[in-house]
């Protein structure tokens, strides 16, 4: 079992493009966290919305950060870990300095794997449970969140199964959890299955199951496909699917009354005179669903889709370079102005505006140096003080 972590907090660092003198780190405004890949450090950043300027604070945790998310209303960062056994930790975000106080640990592996990757957590839409993908271990689990934000026991694990032709595919490796929109079924994206399993949810217990002694249902990708991200549209019934090893995005028809996916549209996120490898890596949706953002490490470019306001099919709109190496990740800013690239092997976020008319983004610029960061969660101003876990 681990030890404790060490807290640490290091001195504002300046920005590579520059920050005006007044943006100090302890201005009002909102903090950027991110992990860092297998560097076993979070990493923390002022950002301010208004002027679009960042400030680094530094290493504010010394703790494996495979993925991270923040609670929507309480100051408290959830960190997933890669170590053996799946750790997830709770920690407090201090709204003046950035640092980071642990509050909870717990481990999601009954029987450790022997070794580590959980490569995503998140919130359900009431922050009452974290939806988390064990890569390693092939399952998706639960953990209910209390009323106060802190980690409850494990609710439920399920297990995928499948493989795929890719030697990365030797088995189940779940990439991504979410809940549908009408809240009775979680979705999980397998990256070596080549499916996308639906398994029913229950609201009351934060819990998944098989639904059927058939086992879940799926949605079968093209062979090799690696499914890694899905985003539902606002509308609810169309879904959103990236797969990471062929570079495409599906777009999925869902039933919500029988758990079912139909494909409606796939489409490539490489140009046209691709060559070399071929990674897609992150996904999101505007807002207002008008626009859908990729990353494609392959061509380290940023890929923007239109939808249509009736079918939700996709147009390319635009392509532009990450400004760096490997877009690992990137995250839209809860205001809809911005986005952040955690480009992973140039070891920088970049920072790109956005035109919420077009969805066009404007590489502004402006970065600070992350060693190899993979994830960004935010904490906002607007979210206001709040109290710890319980």
Not at 21 to 49: C, M, S
Not at 117 to 128: C, E, F, N, P, Q
């Amino acid at each position: 079992m681990l030890t404790a972590m060490t807290m640490s907090v290091a001195a504002a660092t300046p920005l590579l493009s520059g920050t005006p003198a007044d943006a100090a780190p302890n201005r009002p405004g909102d903090l950027l966290y991110i992990g860092t890949w297998g560097q076993g450090l979070v990493y923390a950043v002022r950002f301010d919305p208004d002027r679009g300027t960042m400030t680094s604070l530094g290493s504010v945790a010394q703790v494996s950060s495979n993925w991270l998310v923040t609670h929507p209303t309480r100051p408290i960062l959830y960190v997933a870990g890669g170590e053996q056994g799946g750790y997830i930790r709770a920690f407090h975000m201090d709204d003046a300095s950035g640092a980071l106080r642990q509050l909870d640990e717990i481990t999601v592996e009954a029987v450790p794997t022997g070794s580590g990757g959980l490569s995503y957590i998140g919130l359900t839409g009431k922050a009452d449970a974290l939806l988390v993908a064990d890569f390693a271990a092939g399952t998706a689990v639960t953990v209910p969140v209390g009323q106060g934000g802190g980690l409850r026991a494990v609710a439920s694990t399920v297990q995928d199964v499948g493989s795929g032709p890719s030697p990365r595919q030797t088995g189940p490796h779940p990439h991504h959890v979410i809940i549908d929109p009408s809240r009775r079924y979680a979705l999980v994206a397998d990256f070596g299955a080549d499916r996308v399993f639906v398994y029913d949810y229950d609201q009351a217990t934060q819990r998944m199951s098989a639904g059927t002694p058939d086992g879940p249902g799926f949605h079968a990708t093209a062979p090799g496909s690696g499914p890694r991200r899905l985003a539902f549209h606002p509308d609810g019934r169309t879904l959103y699917l990236l797969n990471e090893l062929t570079a495409d995005i599906e777009v999925l028809g869902w039933d919500a009354t029988h758990g079912v996916m139909t494909t409606r549209q796939v489409l490539s996120t490489n140009a046209a005179d691709h060559t070399g490898t071929t990674s897609a890596a992150e996904l999101a949706i505007s807002r207002d669903g008008r626009h859908v953002y990729t990353s494609n490490r392959g061509e380290n470019a940023l890929v923007v889709f239109s939808t249509h306001p009736a079918t939700g099919l996709l147009t390319e709109r635009q392509r532009i370079p990450c400004a760096g190496v490997t877009p690992w990740s990137f995250a839209l800013h809860p205001g809809g102005r911005w986005l952040f690239v955690a480009n992973e092997a140039s070891g920088s976020v970049n920072l790109f505006s956005v035109d919420r008319a077009t969805g066009r983004l404007t590489d502004t610029g402006t970065s600070v140096a992350v060693p190899y960061p993979d994830c960004i969660a935010f904490r906002t101003r607007e979210q206001g003080p709040g109290t710890g876990p319980s």
